[in-house]
């Protein structure tokens, strides 16, 4: 038996995490993109679970810190200018 009320476990508590995977879907409204960029992007970096057919990708709270920062707009490289030929 649990030594807290029922109506005061973690999941009744705002804020407090579960910590349940979460959905590609969710992911995305998190991060304020499209699903179908998370999951590119979860597959290029290799965060996640992708379980295939219905149940599809699954993110813990660590992989959506995760896809945030691989999300992170990369610096620019600057391109030398060729020299012209003598």
Same mark, same amino acid.
């Given at each position: 038996m649990?030594?807290?009320?029922?109506?005061?476990?973690?999941?009744?508590?705002?804020?407090?995490?579960?910590?349940q995977?979460?959905?590609? &879907? /969710?992911?995305a409204?998190? @991060?304020?993109?499209?699903? $179908?960029?998370?999951?590119? +992007?979860? #597959? *290029?970096f290799?965060?996640?679970?992708?379980?295939?057919?219905r149940?599809?990708?699954?993110?813990? &709270? /660590?992989?959506?810190?995760? @896809?945030?920062?691989?999300? $992170?707009?990369?610096?620019? +490289?600057? #391109? *030398?200018?060729?020299?012209?030929?003598?």
């Amino acid at each position: 038996m649990s030594a807290l009320p029922a109506a005061h476990n973690a999941a009744s508590v705002p804020g407090v995490s579960t910590n349940q995977p979460k959905t590609a &879907d /969710e992911v995305a409204e998190l @991060l304020r993109c499209s699903s $179908r960029t998370v999951r590119e +992007r979860a #597959r *290029q970096f290799g965060i996640g679970a992708d379980f295939g057919g219905r149940i599809g990708w699954r993110f813990t &709270d /660590e992989d959506v810190q995760a @896809l945030l920062v691989a999300m $992170r707009p990369q610096p620019t +490289r600057r #391109r *030398q200018r060729r020299r012209a030929a003598s």
